[in-house]
């Protein structure tokens, strides 16, 4: 994990507005940077934590002041997302397997791909759907990976109709992102990388591999942070409401250039 005085960098933005979201993905490696998440919930004072490629049974139920809300339980690589309890309360969620690729045949890693969570934010009197979202591998096609993320939009709107949503976690598509973002505002996401590359293990496959979707947010950025031990940094997006208190219809999406 990064080093106390790196940690120490990534702190609350100046002035911002009770309405603001701070969401956290890491994926863990299988499980290795299991130990690093206290220190990064509470670094990069996130609202909500999504984890990708945990085990389930051994996660703390509460790190950095966040409390495990939902994981994923018959996956080798599993899903959970940790949220505030003095902020956010939990309406429902859901967890939900999406279309298979013959790695995810062979190996089975992770029978669920996608798990979601309808929170009722009381600091900020608004609904908001927050998802941790894992696609298949790079052994996969970019289609069979864009047809899972259009399937997980799907979820969540089922879950929450017309309630802001954002989804991240590890879409394994580092390349021909034009066409994904085309396909994700047809659907009517937004696409949102980070300042900068989130996975480090083989340098040809160096790229933005942890992003964000969303849809009714305003995404005032994605920062990729410190690296830790796994392969991949993790990232915090800092998104606020378009209009908070009004939970019945979802805004214009912005998003920022990639």
């Not at 399937?151 to 598509?173: C, I, S, T």
Request: charge should be negative; include cysteine; proline fraction near 5%.
């Amino acid at each position: 994990m990064a080093a106390p005085e790196q940690q120490s960098r990534i702190a609350t933005d100046a002035g911002v507005p009770p309405t603001a979201l701070r969401v956290v993905s890491y994926n863990l490696r299988e499980h290795t940077a299991n130990g690093e998440l206290a220190a990064l919930a509470e670094a990069s004072d996130a609202d909500v934590l999504c984890v990708q490629e945990c085990d389930s049974n051994d996660l703390a139920p509460s790190i950095g002041g966040l409390s495990l809300a939902a994981s994923t339980k018959g996956n080798r690589l599993g899903l959970a997302i940790y949220k505030r309890d003095d902020r956010f309360e939990v309406q429902d969620f859901s967890i939900h397997s999406l279309q298979k690729s013959l790695h995810d045949r062979v190996l089975a890693p992770a029978h669920e791909r996608l798990i979601a969570m309808h929170l009722r934010d009381t600091e900020a009197d608004a609904e908001v759907v927050v998802a941790s979202f894992h696609a298949s591998p790079l052994t996969a096609t970019n289609s069979l990976r864009r047809k899972q993320i259009e399937a997980a939009h799907q979820f969540l709107r089922e879950l929450a109709k017309d309630v802001p949503a954002v989804m991240v976690g590890d879409f394994n598509y580092p390349w021909f992102q034009t066409n994904l973002r085309r396909k994700i505002e047809q659907g009517g996401f937004a696409l949102s990388l980070s300042d900068q590359p989130t996975y480090l293990r083989y340098r040809k496959f160096t790229g933005h591999f942890d992003f964000a979707t969303s849809v009714g947010l305003h995404i005032a950025g994605v920062e990729t942070l410190p690296a830790g031990i796994s392969d991949h940094r993790p990232i915090l997006v800092r998104a606020h409401y378009e209009h908070p208190g009004e939970t019945g219809t979802v805004a214009t999406v912005e998003s920022p250039a990639a």
